[in-house]
């Protein structure tokens, strides 16, 4: 599989692709609060913030946030797109995050992980950028929790692509905590809502802004496409199954 260039045409289609509703964002924000003190404000890092998805409810929620996102475009669609008083967003990565010591409470990964080229440096850097006391909300996947996603089954070899890019739970905990990270709670499953119908969600896949669809073959992509079209129409209004996904909070030691 090839690697993804947020930089082409996905970074202009991603926030339709990846668009979340009202109340995904609620449960986020009310998810992050029960493990961030009371204060307010808090000083947010949104590390691989993409399109700024989540920067501007981040602020509203806790304050100040800055979005920190390798991708030129992504950045200039997050610029234009979601830009907030108290957001800023800075050309940086998770092996090199432009921000001194100590400076924020609590850190955002939002299915970016998977994309840190140097996961041992990245760990440092994060704990390095975080008080003591401070939280990694690190929202990934692991290749040995994978979820049975209903559309995926439709891809040819999906599953197998989607796993092969993450690595196991033990050794992202592993990773983290040799980075100067504990894990506070650790490993917490999150019943996210519906992200709507089943043709809701189709169209959603069409833009291909889903890592795993980025990466497959176009033939592989065009027939999971025709497969799963056959699904829809079959009841196109019925709800998209939902499923528990994995969200792994580590602590700074105070």
């Not at 979601?82 to 299915?111: K, Q, T, W």
């Amino acid at each position: 599989m090839s690697s993804t260039n947020y930089d082409g045409q996905i970074h202009r289609d991603y926030a339709v692709g990846r668009a979340l509703h009202t109340d995904q964002f609620q449960l986020w924000m009310e998810t992050f609060a029960k493990s961030l003190p009371q204060r307010r404000p808090l000083n947010g890092l949104d590390l691989g913030s993409g399109t700024g998805r989540f920067s501007p409810h981040l602020a509203d929620a806790f304050g100040p946030v800055v979005g920190v996102e390798p991708s030129t475009g992504m950045r200039s669609v997050a610029s234009t797109e979601s830009n907030h008083d108290d957001v800023r967003y800075l050309a940086g990565s998770a092996e090199n995050i432009p921000a001194d010591d100590e400076a924020f409470d609590y850190c955002l990964m939002f299915l970016a992980w998977h994309h840190v080229t140097e996961p041992d440096r990245a760990a440092q850097e994060i704990a390095r950028v975080l008080r003591p006391g401070g939280v990694l909300f690190c929202r990934t996947q692991f290749a040995d929790l994978m979820p049975n996603l209903w559309w995926l089954r439709h891809f040819p070899n999906g599953w197998e692509a989607d796993a092969a890019m993450y690595r196991t739970l033990e050794d992202d905990l592993a990773c983290f905590s040799s980075g100067g990270l504990e894990p506070a709670p650790g490993l917490v499953w999150v019943d996210e809502p519906s992200l709507g119908t089943k043709k809701e969600r189709l169209d959603q896949l069409r833009t291909r802004t889903l890592s795993v669809l980025h990466r497959m073959s176009d033939e592989d992509f065009t027939a999971g496409v025709a497969s799963l079209e056959q699904e829809v129409a079959r009841d196109p209004d019925q709800p998209a199954p939902t499923h528990p996904v994995t969200l792994l909070v580590m602590t700074k030691p105070a």
